[in-house]
């Protein structure tokens, strides 16, 4: 008998009657075969990633050769779940520079910091980067006609409520504008998708108009297609 009728047998032990089979005396059922996995629904695998049990549901008259095929596809789903990559480990800061965030982020404050600005060519949806930037797209080189997603993370002081401003500018006039209330929090993400239409040098510009002005949290170049003899190839942010 090999181990996965083994396996049945020992499961339906405890179920005297129910099949219809003859019982050994100690009360093990009789079954001997690779006919069993024909009728039953249930075989339990044992000892399975680290000494879990498993009960799985097979449907009715299932041939053995398919049994175990589904049997291998369950490990190797089982196998994909375990090596999904974790979230990315940062570096730890200092007491000083740990101290100074949770400070602002419990203070009085009410502007909101801008920790990074990217360009990026899709958002995460799930998975352990889920509202990440996925697949970065460098500043200085953009192909003319590129939609992307600019993705923004920020500090928002606890108990404050900014509301933020981004403009896509390009020769001077503002090309495409987004906003967003965002409540208090250590770290908020947030994009807003364009398209970068023409070559040129092009800036991209957050605000916090929470207030009775704009303020302005940060600006930084973009470079679509070959710089104009005129134009600076660089970028810069504040």
Sequence with gaps: MDLLTQQSCH?????????????APDGRSACTSRETFRTTRVAILRDVAGGYNFVWLFPTHMEYPAMMKWIAAIAATMMTVA???A???????TGVEANQV????????TTPI?????????????????????????PANVEPGTTAYVWMKLLVPHGASAKILAQVNNKGVTRDTYDRAVPGALRYR???RTTFGQAGKWEIRIYDESGDSLTELYSAAVQVGAPMKNESSGSSAQ
């Design 11 to 23: 499961y339906r032990r405890n179920r005297p009657g129910s099949d219809g089979r003859q019982r």
């Design 83 to 85: 090596f999904l990559p």
């Design 87 to 93: 979230a990315r480990a940062a570096d730890a800061p």
């Design 102 to 109: 949770v400070d602002y982020y419990f203070s009085d404050a």
């Design 114 to 138: 801008v920790l990074a600005v990217k360009l990026c060519e899709d958002i995460y949806k799930d998975g352990p980067e889920k509202n990440n930037c996925n697949g970065e797209i460098d």
């Design 190 to 192: 947030t994009w807003m």
